[in-house]
Every structure is written in C-alpha cells, then in structure tokens.
C-alpha cells in the first residue's frame, strides 16, 4: 500500500511539474500583454504550491510520522486555513464573518487540523451561492474550546447528513468520499468532536469540541 501511494504521488507530480513550468512562462507573457490575467496565473501558482504541500504531507503521513502536538492558538489555524482557501474564496466573491474570543490553546498537530478546517471551509464555499457567506465562531466554553463554521448554501439532506462521515460516501457526482471521513479521523486525534446541523436550502452548521485545551 505504501509503495502504491507513492508511486501515485510520483504520478501527480510529473505533470504538476509540467503545469507550474507553463504557468511560470504564461506568467511572464501576460504581465506586459494582459495584466488582468495575471491575478489568474497567480491563483494557479499558489495552488500548484498548495498540491506540493499536501503532496508532502500524504507521504510522510505513509512513512508512519509521528504527530506532533503542540500549544497552539485555535484562531491562528483557523485563519491559516482561510488563507489557503483565499482564492476561492475570492472568486466567488463569499462574504466570510468571524468572531473569535479569547485564551483559544489547545493541543494540536498544526498541519493536519488546518487542513481538517481547511476542508469544512471549502465544503461550505461550494454550498454557497455568489457572494454567499461563511460564519467562524470561535469561544472557550468552561472546560472546552468550540468553533463553529455556519453557511448560507444549500444545505444537505437527513439521508446525506447520516453518512457525511462515512469513509468511500460522497454526495458531490465527483466525489472521492474521502474528505469529512478524513477531517472526523484528524479531528479524533485531536480528542475532539464534530457534528453538523444542516437543512436543504437553508445552510450548514458545523460545530467542533476541543477538550484538550491548555
């Protein structure tokens, strides 16, 4: 299995390799004939180094690494996570509001909770129309640290929301099933726990629980 995950990643990056050498050239021609497009060859560039990253990451997650925990403020991920996403959110022009309180540390592996939060924001961008909007809430409640992703979108069914977590199920035509389970799997690590509160063509709630708070 270890070595077929890595021949997949070898795979990827041939022509990802391929992509960011067009893109750097692209780039080059369109600063002086179409400055407009540039914001374009931009967003490809950052993504492109987005794939690298979480290329990287899949293949020491398939070398058996050690996650390590650390004092970390919540608010800190979170805001990582949006500016990864920062292109799309962009582009589809969603109004994101955010309200974050106070002494907000828990123990967290930096890298894989930002991207669990990094897939609730992107689920919630597809779901919502343009300009629709996505609401961050983060607060300390007694002996936990909570934190709240709310969306205007479309919303999903009771049927679909039985087995969002679900390893293999997706409800998008395209769908490799694999995101939720994989945010609920880190999130588990990470002693917390997750639902969501969904209703079609009403939007999507979804609440986190942090117990291991510093």
């Not at 639902?195 to 117990?211: A, D, H, L, M, R």
Request: proline share 2%; hydrophobic share 40%.
């Amino acid at each position: 299995m270890k070595n077929a995950v890595q021949a997949i990643i070898h795979e990827i990056r041939n022509p990802l390799t391929a992509i960011s050498l067009a893109n750097q050239s692209l780039n080059e021609e369109v600063e002086y004939v179409a400055p407009t497009l540039q914001t374009l060859t931009e967003i490809i560039s950052r993504n492109i180094t987005r794939i690298e990253i979480i290329l990287k990451e899949l293949m020491h997650a398939n070398d058996g690494e050690e996650w390590q925990f650390a004092s970390t403020d919540l608010c800190d991920l979170i805001e990582k996570s949006l500016q990864y996403a920062g292109d799309r959110i962009l582009l589809k022009k969603v109004k994101v509001v955010k309200s974050y309180g106070l002494s907000l540390l828990i123990k967290a592996h930096q890298e894989k909770l930002t991207t669990a939060f990094l897939n609730i924001i992107i689920n919630a961008i597809e779901a919502v129309k343009e300009r629709g909007k996505l609401w961050i809430t983060a607060y300390r409640a007694k002996d936990e640290v909570k934190v709240i992703f709310k969306d205007n979108g479309s919303g999903i069914s009771p049927d679909v929301a039985a087995h969002i977590f679900e390893r293999n199920f997706s409800s998008k035509p395209k769908g490799a099933g694999m995101g939720l389970s994989n945010v609920k799997d880190i999130l588990q690590r990470h002693r917390a726990n997750i639902s969501i509160n969904s209703e079609p063509g009403t939007g999507t709630t979804v609440i986190i629980s942090f117990k291991n708070c510093c």
